[in-house]
């Protein structure tokens, strides 16, 4: 789930995301405190920060993970890294990290996305304004 998600991240693919997440998800983001469903979520969130980020991808080495007895929930936490660019083109590391709730209907079934806590370390700077124009997808 956490290696489609960054794919889908570093090449601005919101159609190729959709399927991870549950279409009534909770998230708690960097511009809105509670979005409800995910296209409120791809409105509000998303489309202000993937196509202005670059090289996105997570710890996956240290990615925490919390299963249910019937593994049918997971809590899946991680830390992410990304390069950020101030007004003028300067680039700033973007770390953060993330909690993600996560259901499937069946074991076996694909993980889906029912609420998504995403934030910024402390003193990061909360917008970036590169364009992937400018700074093509870095895989």
């Given at each position: 789930w956490f290696r489609t998600l960054q794919v889908c991240v570093q090449t601005v693919d919101f159609v190729g995301s959709r399927p991870l997440f549950a279409d009534d998800m909770l998230t708690f983001g960097s511009f809105t405190a509670f979005i409800v469903g995910r296209e409120a979520t791809e409105q509000e969130q998303w489309r202000h920060v993937w196509g202005h980020i670059d090289r996105f991808r997570w710890r996956l080495d240290d990615l925490r993970t919390l299963i249910s007895g019937d593994r049918l929930t997971a809590v899946g936490m991680a830390v992410f890294e990304s390069?950020?660019?101030?007004?003028?083109?300067?680039?700033?590391d973007r770390p953060g990290r993330a909690t993600i709730?996560?259901?499937?209907?069946?074991?076996?079934?694909e993980w889906v996305a029912q609420h998504t806590h995403v934030s910024l370390f402390p003193g990061t700077p909360s917008r970036s304004f590169g364009t992937k124009q400018d700074h093509p997808p870095a895989l």
């Open positions: 390069t950020g660019y101030t007004e003028d083109g300067k680039v700033f709730v996560l259901g499937r209907e069946a074991i076996g079934g």
